[in-house]
């Protein structure tokens, strides 16, 4: 069975530090991809990164980096010096080789100022 | 480039009525899915429709349905509302199978 979780249900942090927000997956196919979303107050799913299986190297987008890690299954996803902004719920999914995204429960990250 | 409309943004109906809510995708994309979102249940997946297709159904009973039209618009549709169909309805779509799916605001719905 294919299945995605984000233990961290909630997490506080202060304007400026940095925030890890962890993801863990299962599944036993080989061909798989990951996906992280910011859901704002307004509803809608924003779209951060797509990672496939065999794309191991992490990545950098300004102060957004992710760290996919095969050998612990984790995509895990980290802001650098966080601002209220960032304030939101995200969420890390997985797809097999077909477009049903299967989502985590979520992290509701609140950045005090 | 415009993205992906749903259309109700609210909505609030009342027990054993029926419901349909429309979204439009991004132009040039022809894959649609829909999710269901709720407090208990998190994010799950509806359907998905690509080309006029339904390519996959998730664990919902038959009161839930969906269809796509040749323009890739999508509607679902629920009958028989119960209380707990009160959810975020939200509409995914891709340009092509595991591409980036990118969503719409969504539609909220209360059962009363």
């Known amino acids: 069975a294919q299945k995605v979780t984000q233990a961290q249900t909630e997490i506080s942090v202060v304007e400026k530090e940095d925030v890890t927000l962890d993801c863990v997956y299962e599944?036993?196919?080989?061909?798989?991809?990951l996906f992280w979303y910011k859901q704002p107050p307004s509803g809608e799913l924003v779209f951060l990164i797509r990672?496939?299986?065999?794309?191991?190297q992490n990545e950098i987008s300004g102060r957004y980096s992710w760290n996919f890690q095969k050998s612990t299954s984790s995509f895990n996803f980290t802001i650098t010096a966080s601002q209220v902004v960032d304030s939101a719920v995200y969420f890390c999914?997985?797809?097999?080789?077909?477009?049903?995204?299967?989502f985590g429960t979520g992290t509701r990250l609140q950045v005090f100022p | 480039k415009a993205g992906v409309t749903q259309t109700p943004r609210y909505l609030i109906k009342t027990r054993g009525q029926q419901v349909t809510l429309s979204c439009s995708p991004i132009?040039?994309?022809?894959?649609v899915s829909w999710y269901q979102q709720t407090p208990g249940q998190g994010l799950q997946f509806l359907f998905e429709?690509?080309?006029?297709?339904?390519?996959n159904k998730g664990n919902f009973p038959g009161r839930f349905s969906g269809r796509q039209f040749s323009n890739s618009r999508s509607e679902m549709n629920v009958s028989t509302l119960e209380l707990g169909d009160s959810a975020l309805y939200l509409c995914?779509?891709?340009?092509?199978?595991?591409?980036?799916?990118?969503f719409g605001q969504g539609t909220r719905l209360t059962v009363v």
């Open positions: 999914a997985l797809s097999l080789n077909t477009d049903k995204l299967i």
């Open positions: 132009s040039g994309h022809r894959s």
């Open positions: 990672r496939n299986s065999f794309d191991e």
């Open positions: 995914a779509s891709r340009r092509d199978t595991n591409t980036e799916a990118f």
């Open positions: 599944t036993r196919d080989t061909t798989y991809y």
């Open positions: 429709y690509f080309s006029e297709t339904q390519r």
